[in-house]
């Protein structure tokens, strides 16, 4: 792995002890991009899945079927790049309900995380090595996304600095970033700075540290399966249930796959991590953030 790109700003902003802490909290994950030349596609955005013979095509009851947004070759993957329990072989096949706010006129078709009646907008399915599949039949209201190959590099991720782990690293028990840069402490100000500049795009991912747009995702998620409540990051059954949900892919908007998630936002299903070691995918959960 070559990608140094959080270790030298750790190097650059940091204490030598904080950098320490800082580079241990990173992790690999697969960054897809579109194929190109030689380069072997280890998944692809859009087109028409293969489904196991006799598997219908997901949807969401009382709302219509779902959209198929990509599918992964597992054992493509670079395993240096995976985490641990992730499958080594199959394929993982993601859809996502797409409300076009004119269908229906019901608000209701949108996916929320927070809405547990929504979360059959989002679906996850795992087709094991070796199992009989045939191109599905598309149900006649969608219209397949264009097809788009994707190869992948492996890449250091690092968490959101709101995180319990990255707070406790960077902080110390019980610190809070205060919301205004001015007010972080000095020799934490330029690091959080270049970092927020530094992660770029969201793109699209598999496995590691989730990209967010605004916020982590980790906390959606918890906060949707706490239940009723106010809770503000930093919340210590926020912190504790966020810690049991890892990053299992993001997808972001597309030009080439004609792809828009609302505007212009980012796809985040998340998962478990002993629902993951159990290959439980239909308990994987999506956050979308614009």
Not at 245 to 257: G, K, P, Y
Request: aromatic share 10%; with cysteine.
């Amino acid at each position: 792995m070559t990608d140094e790109r959080y270790a030298r700003l750790a190097a650059d902003h940091l204490s030598a002890d904080l950098a320490d802490r800082w580079t241990a909290l990173l992790r690999p994950c697969a960054r897809l991009h579109p194929a190109a030349g030689d380069e072997r596609p280890v998944a692809a955005l859009g087109g028409t899945p293969e489904l196991p013979l006799g598997t219908a095509w997901p949807e969401w009851p009382g709302h219509g079927p779902l959209s198929f947004v990509a599918s992964v070759r597992c054992a493509a993957l670079p395993r240096e790049a995976l985490t641990t329990g992730f499958p080594q072989d199959g394929t993982l096949l993601f859809f996502y309900f797409e409300y076009d706010g004119e269908a229906d006129g019901d608000e209701g078709s949108f996916v929320s995380v927070d809405d547990p009646g929504t979360w059959a907008g989002a679906q996850v399915l795992y087709v094991p090595e070796g199992t009989p599949v045939r191109p599905a039949d598309v149900p006649g209201e969608l219209t397949p996304y264009p097809r788009t190959p994707l190869a992948a590099e492996t890449e250091l991720s690092a968490p959101d600095l709101w995180l319990p782990q990255a707070r406790q690293a960077l902080l110390g028990d019980g610190g809070q970033w205060p919301e205004q840069l001015r007010e972080t402490p000095t020799e934490l100000r330029s690091f959080r700075r270049a970092f927020e500049r530094l992660r770029g795009d969201m793109g699209h991912q598999v496995g590691g540290h989730a990209v967010p747009v605004q916020g982590p995702v980790e906390y959606e998620i918890a906060d949707a399966h706490l239940g009723p409540g106010h809770r503000t990051w930093g919340d210590p059954l926020l912190d504790e249930e966020a810690a049991r949900w890892v990053s299992l892919a993001q997808f972001d908007s597309d030009i080439d796959a004609e792809m828009e998630w609302g505007d212009a936002g980012t796809l985040y299903w998340l998962i478990r991590h002993e629902d993951l070691a159990a290959l439980r995918f239909d308990r994987a959960r999506l956050v979308v953030q614009c």
